[in-house]
């Protein structure tokens, strides 16, 4: 049966339009002025600045922006809105532009639950998800802009539209270079349509949009920055975690925010290479199999189909490893997992993993923001061990699902032997 292109999947959704809409608009309406201060301070001083001297004063020497391009429109259209002396009391509206990115993300994944009847159910249990929109609606974060852009690669991509998935995931790389982490599972998607003549193509399209993208900063000289802000990413934080619950909470002690990541602990090597070689050897067993598949298939002149619910397990799992084994991580790396998860949920009925690493993200930034003023010294699902502990469970739970959902295991572990 041949697959529906993506329009055909997202014409499923004319139904939810406009109940989505009402929502977005009730939403508007409603929503709470508590924000990070810090995240906070750093978008309204932002927005500022390319108020007062430009959008190209975004790279320039001395600025404090550390966002990629993308975000830098966000927050040039943002400061349109207001004058200066609004725009800090008003910055918490920002969640508006980020919360329309969460409803079309949710409105997506949507497209591919079959039954239309079960499309309004589950567009409200994703929007309900306490993990999802906290970050969003009350941290004032902007990982959904990111998520989405990720996703909607994702799914462009396992529709076969390669041209699309490549724009959309040049444009998440433009908001942030995290998104890099899910290259390997998608370039094995876009594999069959990567010809030569294709790719030189995609390749001359791409670099005529990243142009585009950075055009500003071109004509005002300064472009060169951009990637000084990008690498710049890496390193920017030099220490174990960044009250990202992970692997290094079960391990260490003391407080890791403030615990270099360079320390030599085991022959020579650090936290950081022992994470990074843990991560790297995790992506090697979620991708392997991946292009061993693509090796199989042109080997037998064969179409080459990847099964849904492996693609889903792949790109959570990739995200989640990087989140849960390197250092210098924040506890909002990991949100991209959660809409993976979510369609784990709707289109395979894996419910309690989705529950379990949503519930336990939601509890990771309330341990930071606090908002909902639990006395956190004594609720046990707030301290850094049990958060962490439930996050290496989740790790475990979507690798057996994942082992599970391996078509041809015997083929993959043979061709594994052989090398």
């Not at 989640?320 to 390197?326: A, E, P």
Request: charge should be positive; hydrophobic fraction near 55%.
């Amino acid at each position: 049966m041949t697959k529906p292109s993506v329009l055909q999947e997202l014409r499923t959704l004319k139904p939810l339009l406009l109940p989505a809409a009402i929502i977005y608009v009730f939403t508007l309406f409603v929503l709470p002025s508590f924000v990070h201060e810090w995240d906070a301070y750093c978008w309204y001083s932002w927005a500022n600045q390319l108020k007062e001297k430009g959008l190209v004063s975004a790279y320039e020497a001395g600025s404090q922006i550390n966002y990629l391009p993308l975000y830098t429109y966000v927050l040039k259209l943002f400061s349109y809105l207001y004058a200066t002396d609004d725009m800090q009391a008003n910055i918490y509206k920002l969640k508006a532009i980020t919360w329309l990115f969460d409803i079309a993300t949710i409105l997506m994944l949507c497209s591919l639950v079959k039954k239309e009847s079960k499309q309004w159910r589950y567009f409200i249990f994703g929007l309900l998800n306490v993990g999802f929109f906290y970050n969003t609606i009350v941290w004032n974060q902007v990982d959904g802009i990111l998520t989405f852009f990720v996703f909607a690669a994702f799914f462009f991509a396992y529709h076969k539209n390669t041209f699309g998935s490549l724009i959309l995931f040049l444009l998440a790389l433009n908001f942030k270079l995290q998104a890099i982490v899910f290259a390997p599972v998608l370039v094995a998607l876009w594999w069959p349509e990567l010809t030569l003549k294709n790719t030189i193509r995609y390749v001359f399209s791409l670099v005529f949009i990243q142009a585009l993208i950075i055009l500003p900063f071109l004509i005002n000289g300064n472009a060169k920055n951009i990637l000084k802000v990008a690498f710049g990413s890496v390193d920017y934080f030099q220490f174990v975690s960044m009250n990202a619950f992970n692997i290094w909470h079960l391990l260490l002690n003391g407080d890791l925010m403030t615990m270099p990541d360079n320390t030599p602990v085991l022959f020579g090597y650090t936290y950081k290479s022992i994470g990074l070689g843990l991560f790297s050897i995790c992506c090697l067993l979620i991708c392997v199999p991946l292009y061993l598949r693509i090796y199989k298939a042109r080997l037998s002149k064969q179409a080459i189909n990847f099964d849904l619910k492996w693609l889903l397990l792949s790109m959570a799992l990739i995200c989640y490893t990087f989140f849960f084994f390197n250092t210098q991580m924040h506890e909002r790396y990991i949100h991209p997992v959660i809409i993976f998860l979510t369609a784990l949920a709707f289109l395979y009925k894996q419910w309690g993993v989705w529950v379990l690493v949503s519930l336990n993200y939601a509890f990771s930034l309330d341990s930071i923001c606090n908002y909902f003023k639990i006395n956190q010294n004594h609720v046990f699902f707030f301290y850094a061990d049990f958060m962490a502990a439930i996050y290496a469970i989740g790790l475990v739970w979507l690798f057996i699902l994942w082992y599970k959902a391996l078509p041809n295991r015997a083929f993959y572990f043979r061709r594994l032997e052989q090398a």
